[in-house]
């Protein structure tokens, strides 16, 4: 194998690793809103277990990374691609990290009652999974129009996170106890609206990748 096919081989590769880490972190995302609907406290641990081996999946990424740099000596377009995966690697480092405080607030509140059955924060959880499952499409596929979409999803994800905010807040009145437990949900819904962000930090990758020039997708 000449040395070009074996740098593309070898790309391939890391793309698949990156959407494997992917699937783990959108999975942990999914685990621990259903733990904290249910109050499923044991789900919510083997959430936060379940960080270090995604912690393990960005490491090989960095290697894998800095490996091709060295030994490969990419051209410009190419180095794009490859500095892209490491931050996409990063955020979804980062994203995983918001499960696991997503899961210790479930832990943090277990034992309580909710005050009411979620509904908008799963609500927020499913967009934000779609939406980290379109930036990865984007990358994988180079396409900057499913990467530019993913402004338009955010702004959704924005308005249903104000939306909760304004309902959060309007339940509070003066029981200590209502309100440490409401204030724990407004965190969960930072988490998710986070999550949101470096999804869109995943399209500008892609966009660079293919145009490159950066270009914010969170406005």
Known sequence: MDTRSNFH?????????????????????ARAVD?????DEKLAR????????????MLEIEERCLRLIALQQPMAGDLRIIGTALKIATDLERISDH?????????????????KPLEDIPQMAAMVRHMLRESLLSYTERN??????????????????STLMNEIIGMMNSDFARNRQLSQLMFVAHYLERVAD???????????????????LNV
Request: with cysteine.
């Open 144 to 161: 900057i129009h499913r990467a530019a979409a993913l402004a338009e999803k955010d702004d959704e994800v924005d308005k249903l996170y």
């Open 35 to 39: 733990a904290l609907a249910a109050l």
């Open 198 to 216: 470096h999804c869109t930090n995943i399209g500008e990758g892609v966009i660079y990748i293919v145009a490159g020039k950066r270009k914010d």
């Open 9 to 29: 081989q070898n790309v391939d590769e890391l793309q698949q690793s990156l959407l494997t880490m992917g699937t783990h972190v959108e999975d942990s995302i």
């Open 46 to 57: 083997d959430v936060v277990d379940h960080d270090d081996v995604i912690d393990d999946m």
């Open 99 to 115: 499960a696991v405080d997503i899961a210790k607030i479930c832990i943090r509140l277990s034992g309580e009652t909710l005050i």
